[in-house]
């Protein structure tokens, strides 16, 4: 077997069945496989349930739907932080809580001559950022320590443009960067023994692929929907300890594609309603490993947003509300409580979310500030030996070159 499996699933029992330290920042599942999936959006969208695929406007758009910068009227920079924190809960072990904070993305959109849109981005896809500590009773008595950290990166250019009243376009040239790094550290209880240190880095060659999307916007309605290509990647391994370097060259990891469809309907009032479907075709060869299997990501996301009143009397009134919920199906199948494989069967990670937020905006509209509240569950302790409840916060900060004027 591709000594890739203590990359990209390492242990894949140990975070889950022996958590008597610690499994420190992002999610406990994530160590089963290339890290857990990112919603890019930005807090205002969060909040929303990252229904974005049919949004529009001057500064209102989304990363999943190329499409949707074609209305933007000035330059605009954007940039999303997320903190969250997230309490795991074990069959055996009781339980335990980690906090973390990340940038999602940051985008740049300017306007050009001809009523062209450019946009620039870069985002997370997956985060792999893990910590694991567990007791190794076979052999000498001693207890090892596992950090990770990377995961997969897009670095993004988009071209968009009104073709008409109704009817917007746009493409995505993405490039695939990120990489994986773990450290090993095994601390025996024999002080005659030394510790024991081991690094392992995954890297690839930085290729691109294509997203296409287009919208269709009336009054009171609009749909959206986005593609995106697919990628086969070669990743190279470097594992180093203290006697030797070895370096593997030539493992695949297929980068699926997948495709996204939304709606936003206004049917009057200061309300809409968003909705959106996502999936992403990830396959069960996509790498191999007897530790991890895939299924195809799905995520169901649905939100309301009730515009705020500039004429009402309390601040409440003037703020926006935004409420969202979202399903999120990993594509990490995982191996089943008490088993070491996914010879024999897996186990799935499937997650919930409800979401609330609001924002404040400058008064020329370009300029804004939102902030988003998650809170949700994944996974099931009958079936991986662990459910893991978290709360994000998310805030963006939105500029244009109005918003100084």
Do not use: C
């Not at 997370?124 to 950290?149: D, I, K, M």
């Not at 009817?167 to 095994?186: C, K, M, N, P, T």
């Not at 009336?218 to 370096?247: K, V």
Request: charge should be neutral.
């Amino acid at each position: 077997m591709a000594r890739l499996v203590l990359v990209l699933a390492v242990l894949a029992v140990a975070p889950l069945l022996a958590l008597p330290g610690s499994a420190r920042a992002n999610s406990v599942f994530s160590s089963g496989g290339i890290g857990e999936p990112s919603l890019e959006e930005n807090a205002r969208l969060r909040a929303l349930g990252g229904a974005g695929a049919a949004e529009h406007g001057a500064s209102d758009f989304s990363l999943v739907n190329p499409a949707s910068i074609a209305e933007a009227q000035h330059l605009v920079l954007e940039a999303t932080l997320l903190a969250a924190r997230r309490s795991v809960s074990t069959v055996n072990y009781g339980d335990e809580s980690a906090n973390e904070t990340t940038f999602p993305s940051v985008r740049l959109v300017v306007r050009l001559p001809g009523s062209w849109i450019l946009g620039g981005s870069f985002l997370h896809g997956t985060n792999g950022q893990f910590g694991l500590e567990r007791p190794e009773s076979t052999g000498t008595r001693s207890l090892v320590e596992v950090e990770g950290r990377g995961g997969i990166t897009f670095a993004r250019a988009t071209l968009a443009k009104r073709l008409g009243p109704a009817l917007r376009a746009g493409v995505d040239f993405e490039v695939i960067g990120g990489s994986f790094h773990e450290e090993w550290e095994r601390d025996f209880a024999d002080p005659g023994l030394e510790t024991a240190r081991d690094t392992i880095d995954i890297t690839w060659d930085r290729l691109g692929r294509w997203r296409f999307g287009a919208q269709y916007v009336r009054p009171r309605w609009a749909i959206g929907a986005a593609y995106e290509t697919g990628r086969r990647l070669t990743l190279t391994q470097r594992e180093r300890t203290a006697a030797s370097d070895l370096r593997t060259v030539g493992i695949p990891l297929r980068i699926p594609d997948g495709f996204a469809a939304g709606f936003q309907l206004s049917p009057g009032g200061r309300g809409r309603i968003v909705g959106q479907y996502r999936r992403q075709n990830w396959e069960e060869d996509a790498l191999p490993s007897d530790l991890v299997a895939f299924r195809p990501l799905v995520r169901y996301s649905l939100g309301f947003e009730r515009a705020g009143n500039p004429g009402s009397g309390s601040t409440l009134g003037r703020l926006p509300l935004r409420i969202g919920g979202t399903v999120l199906n990993w594509p990490d199948l995982l191996p089943p409580a008490g088993q070491l494989d996914v010879v024999n069967g897996s186990a799935k990670v499937d997650e919930w979310a409800v979401s609330i937020g609001s924002g404040l905006r400058t008064k020329d509209g370009g300029g804004a500030i939102d902030v988003s509240l998650e809170g949700g569950q994944r996974g099931k302790k009958e079936e991986l030996g662990a459910t893991e409840t978290f709360f994000r916060l998310g805030l963006s900060l939105r500029v244009s070159d109005e918003t100084w004027r």
